[in-house]
């Protein structure tokens, strides 16, 4: 398996996310956070606010 499809796997495992086949294509997936991913994913935003930040601030100076 890619590492891609086994991070999906652990995620759909842990509730984080749910998959839907395309009905047009049954070899595309479509991939959707669950309202506990949402929340998990909210969660993380906020306490890397200032990570974030940070590597803002670095990658605006490397056009300088």
Do not use: C, I
């Amino acid at each position: 398996q890619s590492t891609v499809t086994e991070l999906v796997n652990r995620a759909a495992q842990a509730g984080l996310v749910s998959r839907r086949t395309s009905p047009d294509d049954g070899r595309v997936v479509y991939v959707q956070l669950t309202e506990k991913g949402d929340r998990r994913f909210a969660q993380a935003f906020r306490a890397l606010a200032d990570e974030r930040h940070a590597l803002h601030e670095v990658v605006t100076t490397l056009d300088a």
